[in-house]
């Protein structure tokens, strides 16, 4: 029997839809995009950020998903098997090795972030948002960050229940939590859009959001000395790509137990916009109460946790909805980081013939020891000492997978798919009905795309 024959599939086309929603709607959606965009200026970037969705982002995640299901291996494996199916030189086997890298320093920073959810559960439920102002809340928040201890207990204990869920494979009861909690997430989000609506300043945050200033946005002003930064551009495209699990292996591998059958065009598209929406939301909720209470736009990876206890602390049955919506925001948090480490995993169990408990062990296991030194950048390791170009170990590594490795990731994808490989390759696996589809498709994938991230990255760089 072959390798491809053993592999267990999704159920169906559509739990297959639920796992991958399940991976792209984390905290990168309700966390990370409303800080950036807060930092960034709002409605331009949105707008380049949404560029980068539809130009970038869906093609890639398309060429991602179609390569995992053609090869039905582990994304190492895969590219190997693929560059031979073609006759290209099997170093894109690369690609691989760079998305699993990717995946522990993701993993390590994420985790971070998801044991923060833990203990707001926990401030929720114990009644600590009762009252809340900005001040206070940002006091509340600056407790939880400032006390290494604290931050390790909840990175340890998040690892752990990523490491419950992978060691006992994937597909396990998965796509049963995420059909009733994924609508909940959005049902939450929507209550908390109305109730800014009502409480915040919610014309001021819509415009900001939706207003956009293009010459502000590539603004970098210190004082009164303002210079040009290509900068947003970056972060937007590196977002498009987090937010959608791209450029790593994770949709890759997700694709790989996908039915022959199954759509992958309709699949892609319904992902990406249900994505989208709920960061959309995130930000509808979010930056009226920001306006309302005086705080800051720029306040960086805070900005949820300081800004929605407010609301939860002054409106009716707020603990309760508080504590659900944390819990809510834990469970996709938890969904994302199973999908970070499933590639490394799959390698290591696919190829390596590690058992699936030794496998995760290992994966979880150092990028556990890694994040260390995320908990430790809010506390012990935030002054500039140990700071390099400015930013924080925990920076430092989001910078890293998000802005550089996942594009990356995302154009080898997008050159293989569309310059390496013969045409038939993806005309078989998308199986489109509709050639002008596919003919649009494919010229994203071959020219937009490619060219678009090698245009962000000499642009960051100064080059262009
Ligand atoms: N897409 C996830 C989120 O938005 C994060 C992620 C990145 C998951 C890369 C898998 C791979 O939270």
């Known amino acids: 029997m072959t390798k491809q024959t053993q592999q267990v599939l999704w159920s169906t086309r559509f739990a297959f839809i639920l ?41 890639v995640l ?49 985790s971070v972030v998801a044991g923060w959810t833990i203990a707001y559960v926990i401030e929720a439920v114990s009644g600590s948002f009762t009252g809340l102002t900005g001040e206070t ?11 290494w201890e604290e931050g390790l207990l909840w990175h340890t204990f998040f690892m752990l229940l990523v490491l419950f869920v992978v060691a006992r494979g994937v597909r396990h009861g998965l796509e049963r939590l995420v059909v009733i909690l994924m609508p909940l997430l959005f049902g939450m989000l929507l209550v908390l859009a109305v109730y800014a609506a009502f409480a915040g300043d919610f014309l001021k945050g819509l415009g900001y959001m939706f207003n956009a ?24 495209m590196g977002h498009a790509f987090f937010t959608l699990s791209l450029g790593m292996g994770a949709m890759m591998v997700y694709g790989s137990y996908l039915p022959k059958q199954a759509s992958i065009m309709n699949s892609a598209i319904v992902i ?18 920001v306006f309302a209470n005086g705080l800051q736009l720029g306040a960086g990876p805070g900005l949820v946790f300081v800004t929605l206890p407010i609301a939860f602390g002054s409106m009716p049955a707020g603990l309760l ?39 995760s062990l290992l994966v979880i296991g150092v990028a556990w020891f890694v994040g ?10 935030s002054g500039e000492t140990y700071q390099l170009f400015g930013k924080t170990f925990f920076d430092l590594k989001d910078y890293l997978a998000s802005n550089i490795l996942l594009p990356l990731g995302g154009l080898m994808i997008a050159i293989f798919i569309g ?26 994938v071959r020219y937009v795309a490619p060219l678009g991230i090698i245009l962000v990255f000499l642009n960051a760089i100064g080059i262009f």
């Open 272 to 289: 990406a916009l249900a994505d989208t929406l709920v960061a959309l939301l995130a930000g509808i909720a979010i930056f009226p109460l």
């Open 137 to 147: 809340s940002g006091a509340l928040f600056g407790d939880l960050i400032g006390s």
């Open 213 to 236: 200033d293009f010459q502000a946005l590539f603004q970098k002003c210190e004082g009164e000395a303002c210079e040009f930064t290509a900068e947003p551009l970056l972060v937007a």
């Open 419 to 444: 310059w390496a490989a013969h045409r038939r390759l993806s005309e078989e696996e998308l199986a489109l009905q509709n050639p002008a589809v596919f003919g649009l498709w494919r010229w994203l």
């Open 372 to 381: 260390i030194g995320s908990v430790l950048s809010f506390n012990l390791w």
């Open 19 to 59: 796992a991958a929603i399940g991976s792209a709607i984390g905290l990168g959606n309700v966390w990370k995009f409303p800080y950036i965009t807060g930092e960034n200026g709002g409605g331009a970037f949105i707008l380049l950020y949404l560029a980068c969705i539809a130009l970038i982002g869906l093609p």
């Open 321 to 359: 909805f508080g504590a659900i919506f944390f819990v809510l925001l834990l469970f996709a948090a938890w969904t994302s980081a199973i999908s970070i480490s499933e590639p490394m995993i799959a390698w290591l169990t696919g190829k390596r013939g590690l058992s699936r408990v030794s496998a």
């Open 62 to 110: 398309v060429a991602e998903i179609t390569l995992g299901r053609r090869a039905r291996q582990n994304p190492v494996s895969a590219m190997q098997f693929l560059a031979q199916e073609e006759g290209v030189t099997s170093g894109w086997r690369l690609l691989g090795w760079m998305g699993t890298f990717a995946g522990v320093l993701i993993l390590s920073f994420y």
